[in-house]
């Protein structure tokens, strides 16, 4: 491919000229110490290079850990609200660029213009979010149980935070972790996935013109191997937010044992619609198809299965598989586009492997199904939105995270079938009913064990001021963003003030 090529890619939609990218270390931007860098592919269009970035190693994240642990002593003592004050100023900065990030969000990792806008919209959110707890970040006072003492607990920073993000949502999960990091007192080492670093560059951007100091946020480029794990045996590090897949999620708990790190754990989602026979069916088909096929399925929350009551089954499939035939297919950057590409060829060898898996097993495949590649698609990574029918519970397709446009819609006969059905996966991420009975509903709400539940929505539409996260192998019991997300970043000291001029023992001297 050419230069002329790429830049009419980028001039026809106002995109940044190709360059290479720096790391951010200690309040510069910085080349790699490894001299190597790594190009990043529009995955609707592999004739758009996005930009060069930096191919980081150990040194070079070691640098932004010691630079963090430098910025850490003074950014600890500054006060909170004056901390919030950076905040206030990038999510100002973030809703003014807005457009402009979510284009080049969408030119990085695929989803609609739409969803880009929602990404920067979520970031600034949890940066006015994080703002405002800089005048609260609440503690406990309580009585003492003897005399003249003075009791409470203050949360306190744990030094510099270890940030692994996820490209699908390459701004509003670093921000997620990164503002509420950043409103305790911590300092930041961030490695964003490799598919979306401009993402992550253009937050830093964005925190360089608020003027934050130096050192207090730092990014560096670069793989999983060879700045990942350093990441994770630097001793420096105190906690390690990470978001991403189960089995890389469970490597890095068991790395972080040594030094005990503190570690916040996203992983993986296989998350349920339960449709009643009761339900507005229309409804539920505008939530599945916006559920299963928003971001191409790429989220932990997708909805990647359905349960569908037997009285309305026949209607709901034929009404889903209708709608998901519709859905137009391409660039996501193009007004006329309702569903991207996947994020890279190997993900869409991922969900290509699935729909043979689905077939092989018996499930009825009523709408999509292929890879699409011919004329323009050819250039990217486009998949059908795929519905599977006849699906058994036990069928890998709705076991397994598939993380593509592909859900798998069951039948059942009651709420109790259903609700079993939504609990036999090993994940436990999100989950919704649609429903006019509020007994259904409730019941529903109570036992479906899941860290998100929606009532006559699907399983996606998070917002920042509630505990973001899931049970069982989606998470290790952390939760972030809502006041939630504090609690990953900070710890308890709990203070005792005796002024009684004696010598008091607890639990002994307590008699009046
Ligand atoms: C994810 O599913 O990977 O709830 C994150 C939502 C978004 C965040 C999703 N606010 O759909």
């Known amino acids: 491919m050419s230069a002329v ?18 790391n951010y270390i200690d309040g510069q931007w910085v080349k790699s110490k490894s001299g190597k860098t790594f190009e990043n592919r529009n995955p609707a269009n592999q004739d758009d290079l996005v930009g060069t970035f930096q191919e980081s190693n150990a040194d070079d994240l070691n640098a932004a850990v010691d630079a963090a642990s430098r910025a850490y002593e003074s950014w600890r003592l500054t006060p909170a609200p004056k901390r919030a004050e950076f905040l206030f100023k990038v999510g100002d900065i973030l809703k003014r660029d807005k457009d402009k990030i979510a284009r080049e969000m969408t030119r990085e990792m695929g989803k609609v ?13 949890m940066a006015f979010l994080a703002a405002g707890e800089g005048r609260r970040l609440f503690g406990v006072t309580t009585p003492s149980e003897l005399h003249n003492k003075f009791n409470m607990a203050v949360r306190m920073p744990l030094g510099v935070a270890g940030l692994i993000t996820p490209w699908n949502f390459p701004i509003a999960i670093p921000a997620w972790k990164g503002m509420a990091a950043l409103i305790c007192g911590n300092t930041v080492v961030i490695k964003p996935a490799s598919l979306t670093p401009l993402s992550v560059i253009m937050l830093a951007e964005a925190l360089e013109e608020a003027g934050l100091p130096k050192g207090v946020w730092n990014v560096v480029t670069g793989g999983g191997r060879e700045v990942g794990e350093p990441m994770l045996n630097n001793s420096k590090v105190r906690v390690i937010s990470f978001t991403g897949s189960t089995d890389v999620g469970r490597d890095i708990n ?35 198809l916006w559920g299963a096929f928003g971001t191409s399925g790429q989220r932990c929350t997708a909805a990647s299965r359905v349960v569908a009551h037997n009285k309305i089954y026949d209607e709901f499939v034929e009404k889903l598989a209708a709608r998901a035939k519709k859905l137009r297919v391409g660039n996501g950057l193009d007004p006329n586009v309702d569903m991207g590409p996947n994020v890279s060829a190997g993900q869409l060898k991922t969900v290509e ?55 798998a819609v069951m039948r059942c006969d009651s709420l109790e079938e259903a609700i079993e059905i939504g609990n036999s996966v090993k994940y436990g991420l999100s989950s919704s009913i649609y429903t006019q009975n509020i007994n259904k509903a409730f019941t529903a709400m109570r036992d479906m064990y899941t860290g998100i539940f929606y009532v006559n929505a699907p399983t996606i539409g998070a917002e920042v001021h509630l505990p973001f996260g899931g049970t069982k192998e989606t998470g290790n019991g952390h939760r972030e963003a809502g006041v939630a997300g504090i609690d990953v970043f900070s710890e308890w000291k709990s203070i005792y003030v005796d002024y009684s001029g004696n010598l008091q023992r607890a639990q002994i001297d307590t008699e009046l």
């Open 5 to 22: 090529e790429t830049n009419t890619f980028a001039q026809k939609y106002q995109l940044r000229e190709t360059r290479e990218y720096s």
């Open 113 to 125: 213009f739409d969803e880009t806008k929602g990404d920067v919209q979520e970031a600034i959110d």
């Open 254 to 288: 068991v790395a972080c044992a040594p030094t005990f790190k503190h570690v916040h754990l996203e992983m993986g989602g296989k998350n349920i619609i339960m449709v009643m026979d009761d339900a507005d069916v229309d409804l539920a088909v505008d939530g599945a």
């Open 353 to 407: 492997s699935y729909v043979k898996i689905g077939s092989d097993e018996g499930a009825r495949l009523v709408a999509g199904g292929h890879a699409l590649r011919d004329g323009d698609y050819a250039k990217g990574f486009f998949h059908e939105p795929t519905v599977f029918a006849d699906v058994k519970p036990t069928m890998r397709v709705a076991q397994e995270e598939i993380f593509g446009p592909v859900t």
